[in-house]
């Protein structure tokens, strides 16, 4: 039986897809296997706080993201309305996992600025106004796109057929937020960095800038991706910024939480109280 270009163009990219999508797991799975006895010492010594749930929400739900991935990538999907689904709560997860990243960071830049509340609220704000724009056009998109299969027998997974316009409209609203959020931190840094030139803060500011400079990067490169990419090519990127975030995230907080033991233990450096953001729990 003879197939198209289409076909083949369309099984191809499923193909690639799980390639990226194994290759994202390994590297998960890795980076935990790597971080594990680091990982428990954080959880068992840390003081529980808001932001500690925020940490154990952002490092675990990826797992979820990975596992409906990979099923989806490597069981056969003839049913379409089960493709909808799974595409669905992978795709809300991911959402969550985005927005528990970006929560550790805005109370970041929220202590860089002397936790200012009228900062606080305008960043949120902005926030909230992003994700409810989000989620409004992913449910439109979700409802009106179509997902494909590829013609090929033995060529396994599924992909949204048109949804590259609604799903660039996403990614430059969230690159918009994460370049705000670091000229803050950069404006900020130079107004303080006479001021306050703690290693701990220095290195606070650091993990800011790199986390909106990646996460700015990559939501420019998935709009470039859905608008000129057809067939599953499309959203190649999206979870691997998803997983990326989240690793970045996590890493950081964890490796700040080492700096700030370290400082209060040997009193070398002047204790900033971010290590689990403890002070924060009674603003926020």
């Known amino acids: 039986?003879?197939?198209?270009?289409?076909?083949?163009?369309?099984?191809?990219?499923?193909?690639?897809?799980t390639y990226i999508n194994v290759s994202i797991s390994t590297i998960w799975l890795y980076d935990y296997a790597c971080s594990l006895h680091e990982e428990w010492t954080f959880?068992?010594?840390?003081?529980w706080s808001k932001v500690k749930c925020l940490y154990i929400v952002t490092?675990?739900?990826?797992?979820?993201?990975?596992?409906?991935?990979?099923?989806?990538?490597?069981?056969?999907?003839?049913?379409?309305?089960?493709?909808?689904?799974?595409?669905?709560?992978?795709?809300?997860v991911g959402v969550a996992s985005v927005i528990f990243s970006e929560c550790l960071f805005i109370l970041r830049t929220y202590v860089l600025w002397n936790k200012n509340r009228m900062l606080l609220a305008a960043t949120l704000s902005t926030f909230f106004t992003v994700i409810v724009a989000s989620l409004i056009i992913d449910s439109t998109a979700s409802v009106l796109a179509e997902y494909a299969t590829s013609a090929i027998p033995g060529i396994t997974g599924c992909y949204h057929s048109s949804i590259g316009f609604q799903l660039s409209?996403?990614?430059?609203?969230?690159?918009?937020?994460?370049?705000?959020?670091?000229?803050?931190?950069?404006?900020?840094?130079?107004?303080?960095?006479?001021?306050?030139?703690?290693?701990?803060?220095v290195v606070l500011v650091k993990h800011n800038v790199f986390y909106y400079t990646c996460g700015f990067l990559f939501s420019l490169a998935n709009v470039?991706?859905?608008?000129?990419?057809?067939y599953a090519y499309r959203t190649l990127l999206d979870e691997f910024q998803v997983i990326i975030l989240a690793i970045l995230a996590t890493r950081m907080h964890h490796h700040l939480w080492q700096m700030n033991q370290h400082a209060y233990h040997s009193d070398a450096l002047v204790r900033i109280?971010?290590?689990?953001?403890?002070?924060?729990n009674s603003t926020v």
Do not use: H
């Open 224 to 230: 470039f991706t859905s608008l000129l990419f057809q």
């Open 59 to 92: 490092r675990y739900l990826p797992f979820i993201i990975l596992a409906v991935n990979l099923y989806l990538d490597f069981t056969s999907n003839d049913n379409p309305s089960r493709c909808r689904v799974l595409g669905n709560t992978e795709s809300g």
């Open 43 to 47: 959880l068992l010594q840390s003081q």
């Open 273 to 280: 109280p971010i290590s689990d953001m403890s002070s924060l």
């Open 1 to 17: 039986m003879k197939y198209s270009s289409d076909d083949i163009a369309s099984a191809m990219s499923l193909q690639f897809a």
């Open 169 to 201: 409209i996403q990614y430059i609203l969230l690159s918009g937020f994460q370049l705000g959020l670091m000229i803050l931190t950069l404006i900020r840094a130079i107004q303080s960095w006479r001021m306050n030139s703690s290693r701990l803060y």
